[in-house]
């Protein structure tokens, strides 16, 4: 068996089940049959005839390098492509109410979205950011169909708040590739999704949302305004709540700070910061679940990050060394590699190149789509390659080899 061709069936094996294409939907796409497909996944035909390989590569919605070339294949696997983002948006496109089948289709039951939901999330959180964008699109169809069919009352909320919290996900993955106009069609869902339920719970998730959303898009001040409206409506609920809602209320202070610190209003960006802490401090325990990390880690995380958005590396520098390291260790891969993104950032701006090389290097380790794969990552990268010089720059350029880019 030849082994080129053996290795190039396994690609098209392992795009095709990416893609979510069935082996005789599949065949019928490149007009073949799937005993041809077969011996093409087995490695017992080659396809490195141009034309075939083109047509293989055009359905699968890769380049024919990704299917040739092993280094190639390699870093297209570990990261959310082109196709993903518009299966994303194209989700975001479809209105599943509006089908004259939707009586007759067998839905998907809350608890099997609940049960998705975990498992997105917790798949977020760990930075696997291809197994979000794989299993997103369907989820926002049967999410949207079960708000459609659920009944009145508790049946209804529980719908509408598992809707919000899968338009979030989609607006945050959108905005980690900078498709912050998709993003923001995503977060206003979620919020279109809040509102009938005057549920708290909803409405802050949702305005959490939009509040990134806006943030992305220039307009910063109306996040703000968002954001302490919402908290202010909150407050009278706080004294009654169990504990569920005060995670959620210091959500709100920490998107702030990042809105305001991104018009470099310093004053703003600093309360916030000091109400967030003030919660911490009546939440006592951290709180963590898959839709909200909240508690001593996270707010200091967000004050670094404010603090290089406001181009000050110094001070940011300055308030990390007062962590206490053993507290970041219990933010998640997602949150943990953005901190360590931003430490990169403000060690760059201040000149220690040695200290921005590391903290990348580690941000790779911990979740290497966070760095490979993402464009915040890469123009760091691109930074670093032009400042650094001997074992440094070699250890830039094998991350950024890894990443895709060229020196």
Sequence with gaps: MDDQAQAIGSRVRYWRQRRGLDRQR???MVGRSMSWLDKVEKGERSILRLPMLERVADALGVTPEILTDGPAAHRAADCVDAVEVQAIRSALGRYPALSANLSSATP????QIVRQLNYLGQAWL????????QHLPKLIDDAQIAVEIASTGPEQLAARRSLVMTYRLASSMLLKFDANHIAWLAADRAMQAALP???TVALARATRSVARAMTSAGQESDAIAALANMA???RPDLQQSDGELLPLFGMLFLAASIAAARIDDHAVALMMHDEADAVVARLGDEHRTHDTVFGPANVAAHRVAALTRLREGGRAL???ANIDPTIMVSLPA???ANYLLDLTTSYTYTGRYEEAVRSLNEAERLAPQEVRCRPLAHALLRALLTSTNGSLSRTVHNMATRAGLTA
């Design 108 to 111: 998907t039951t809350h608890a």
């Design 232 to 234: 202010g409506r909150m």
């Design 126 to 133: 760990s930075s696997n950011l291809t197994a979000v964008a």
């Design 334 to 336: 997602e949150r943990r």
């Design 318 to 320: 300055e308030y990390v």
């Design 26 to 28: 599949f065949a019928d």
């Design 197 to 199: 339920t005057d549920d």
